[in-house]
């Protein structure tokens, strides 16, 4: 998405701190895309959470499960 800033009136120090903001931004979308994704459906096929009693698992209980 690109998106236009209007710099009008703003100080060339404030301009060089908004271009510095977009290039970090840029930076770290970037490295977001080396990030493989993970297909859920497949990994919940591969590793099934089991439960007993058909009883509600905590978020607690998912988040220790996975680490």
Do not use: S, W
């Not at 209007?6 to 931004?25: F, S, T």
Request: no cysteine; charged share 30%; hydrophobic share 35%.
């Amino acid at each position: 998405m690109i998106k236009n800033i209007n710099v009008e009136g703003l100080k060339p120090e404030q301009i060089k701190g908004i271009q510095a903001i977009v290039e970090a931004l840029k930076a770290d979308n970037q490295t977001n895309k080396n990030e493989p994704e993970i297909d859920m459906i497949e990994y919940l096929l591969e590793n099934p959470i089991h439960v007993d009693n058909l009883e509600f698992m905590k978020r607690e209980d998912i988040y220790v499960r996975n680490q």
